[in-house]
């Protein structure tokens, strides 16, 4: 039975790492220039944790539950293949979002911030773009939501590390939602109402998950969740975050973004 503390502690990580969108629309409204050097290393730091705190910490325990569960080797296979699942599923949701409106493709500096060199786009095709984005952003956030929920019922410390790492990369996600939504409708209320709605999909995915799962919460559903989650955390990383990273950055900076992300990751590990 889950504790009813660690329930609303995990909820709340995973609130707090969806409204990180909210803080994206915030600095589009406020920042007159996007900061890319730090954005860079943010994405890349980001990435580190997740790759980190997916092979050593997530993929280990989901390796532990199943092999509990079956009692043998088979585990470790079970685990093996629930990981690749994850993999294949968040693949799957990225091709059903058209390209131009996936939060995964990195864009231009320019485009980030809604900075154009041209006035080819109209307020009609700025608004799709922001509500596309939006709609893709909370379709994404919703698998997220439930590794963070899980891995934070489970173990609240891995929990924390996971939904900061999932709130940097949630905050340019953000910004691309609100920047077109108020160039169209010249609406900030109305571009960051959206971006923090697109936001909400990450605590009901874990809601969702929770209420599914919770009546079979047992070392083989946990296993393969965690497996799961494992493989979407490195794909987000490998698809999204660090090729964003590099786009956004120069000098490598996106590399020493990730090792100090691991470096991190696995300090926290070993001292707490």
């Not at 390209?99 to 109209?122: C, F, I, T, V, Y």
């Not at 999932?166 to 209320?189: D, F, M, Q, R």
């Amino acid at each position: 039975m889950v504790k009813i503390d660690n329930f609303l502690l995990a909820f709340m990580l995973t609130l707090l790492a969806g409204l990180a969108t909210g803080i994206g629309s915030f600095l589009a409204f406020f920042t007159k220039k996007t900061n890319t050097s730090f954005l860079s290393i943010s994405l890349g730091f980001s990435a580190g944790v997740m790759v980190y705190v997916s092979f050593m910490e997530i993929l280990p325990k989901a390796e532990e539950s199943l092999t509990a569960y079956f009692h043998g080797g088979t585990g470790r296979w079970v685990a093996a293949a629930s990981f690749f699942l994850g993999i294949l599923v968040i693949s799957i949701i990225d091709k059903l979002v058209p390209e131009a409106e996936n939060p995964h493709q990195p864009r231009e500096k320019s485009k980030l911030m809604g900075l154009r060199e041209d006035k080819l786009d109209n307020k009609n095709s700025l608004q799709r773009m922001g509500m596309f984005s939006a709609l893709a952003i909370a379709v994404h956030n919703f698998p997220e939501g439930l590794a963070a929920f899980a891995a934070a019922l489970s173990d609240p410390a891995l929990g924390v590390s996971i939904a900061i790492a999932i709130a940097i990369h949630n905050i340019p996600e953000g910004i691309s939602v609100a920047v077109p939504l108020y160039y169209a409708t010249g609406s900030k209320k109305k571009a960051f109402y959206y971006s923090f709605l697109s936001g909400l999909s990450e605590p009901l995915g874990a809601l969702i998950g929770y209420f599914i799962f919770r009546a079979l919460f047992n070392d083989l559903v946990f296993g393969l969740l965690f497996g799961s989650v494992a493989g979407i955390m490195v794909y987000i990383s490998i698809d999204e975050l660090l090729p964003a990273s590099r786009k956004y950055g120069k000098d490598h900076q996106e590399i020493y973004g990730f090792i100090a992300g691991m470096l991190v990751m696995a300090l926290s590990l070993l001292l707490f």
